[in-house]
DNA sequence: TGTACATCAGTGAACGCGCGTTCACTGATGTAC
DNA sequence: TGTACATCAGTGAACGCGCGTTCACTGATGTAC
């Protein structure tokens, strides 16, 4: 393919027309790496991953991955940081979206994650199965903090609702509801283990929490 | 090595001496075999593991492996198998010495499933992280049913002391607590992520029960 | 507006590597006589 | 007890493959004049 290769790069991803971006051949191929990073890791897994696929995908030569990464791994860290970026944004509004009410704003931030892991599969399995460190670079390690710090938050302000005397950390709590739903996308959210799920993942985590909320006394218990 | 490779294999991991069992070159090349994958599963997760590694650490060439199972992906399958086997009696064991009460039983089947992850990490990532499907193979399905109807039955027992009106199912009510425990293992329980765990996982899963048992109505509300 | 030049994103060939798998073989084992 | 033989667990060499990474290069781009 000598003289157009620009025709053949739009087909293969760029996102848009050539040279849309100026000073660039491509585009904008570091974006267009992370997401055909994104795609592999969502369907192969982290490990089934590599860049050589990856460059292909986005029509471009291995090598040319190392204008924009320093190699594999820091190409799935960025694909995780934005990730984590997504994520603490969905988790935000979610929480917005409640307030002021500190139970609706808690269980819409348990929705979300699940949302989340829906939407975005790939970012989830390269945030939370790659295997990357999130003290990684501290670039990775703020962005991943900041999306526990809303669960957090909402967790704290639940807390105040209960009696101080029976009232667990929300550091806890918050544990509490990440584990769950982690728990729930990984078993039973993928078609992975090649069992099929007794119930909706959507309402296995919502009567999950539900029934967690009343174990705290935050919901009534004949409802 | 050519005329004494007996002592060679002793060093590398046989588990008995020389011809101990009678019959086999090596002695128990298969389990050995196993074992060593269980080894590198734990050590650098199910796709760092490689069959010609497992081979070496095993003290013997590549192909043999081939005498005793039809490559790397039925080596890690009868990995996974014996996990849900010692899963399976550990679950059992569990249940058991929590009768004839169905909420010591109940709780006593979550703790062994974390004092598994803890014990046996290798088995448990060959089990839950390595991507083989459970319908592998008719003997896989068999054990790891087994393994999940041990929890099954336990939340089964607990349903019948709850009012029938707001009595979830029993699947549901072992899902959850699946779910969770899974979330707490892969979130908290290693080291991988990088982060410290704010509190003992051991920790984290009782309270998270406790919570989740009184939000059933099983645990008078203020205890 | 047109020409000369510096920049640097992407090329393409090459590397060494370890992988999973195959094959004809070898030699220690247990068995039959 | 001793010898001849069949079995088959493990060998070692070879295969084709795709990987991540390197390097000197090229040629389109934006800029200075």
Redesign the interface.
């Known amino acids: 393919m000598p003289p157009p290769n620009c025709p053949i790069r739009r087909l293969q991803g760029a996102p848009t027309a050539c040279m849309s971006k100026r000073g660039y051949h491509h585009g904008n191929l570091r974006q267009a790496l992370v997401d055909a990073a994104l795609d592999l890791i969502r369907d192969k897994?982290?490990?089934?991953f590599t860049l050589s696929e990856a460059a292909k995908q986005a029509g471009v030569t291995p090598a040319a991955v190392y204008r924009h990464f320093e190699g594999r791994e820091d190409l799935i860290a960025e694909a995780a940081a934005q990730g984590y970026g997504i994520f603490a944004d969905l988790m935000e509004y979610a929480y917005n979206s409640g307030q002021p009410s500190a139970l609706a704003s808690f269980e819409a931030t348990g929705r979300a994650y699940l949302a989340f892991a829906r939407r975005y599969p790939g970012h989830y399995v390269a945030m939370?199965?790659s295997?990357i460190?999130?003290?990684?670079t501290p670039d990775l390690a703020r962005v991943a903090q900041r999306a526990r710090g809303v669960l957090e938050k909402a967790a704290g302000d639940l807390s105040k609702h209960i009696p101080a005397a029976?009232r667990?950390p929300p550091?806890?709590v918050s544990?509490?509801i990440?584990?769950?739903?982690?728990?729930?996308v990984?078993?039973?959210a993928r078609a992975?283990?090649?069992?099929t799920s007794?119930?909706p993942p959507e309402d296995?985590l919502e009567?999950?929490i539900?029934?967690?909320?009343?174990?705290?006394?935050l919901i009534p218990?004949?409802i």
Chains 1, 2 share one sequence.
């Open positions: 897994g982290p490990t089934g939370f199965e295997g460190s999130i003290n990684r029976k667990p550091q806890m544990a509490h990440w584990a769950l739903s982690h728990g729930v990984e078993l039973f992975s283990p090649g069992t007794p119930f296995l009567t999950g539900g029934i967690y909320l009343r174990g705290l006394g218990p004949d």
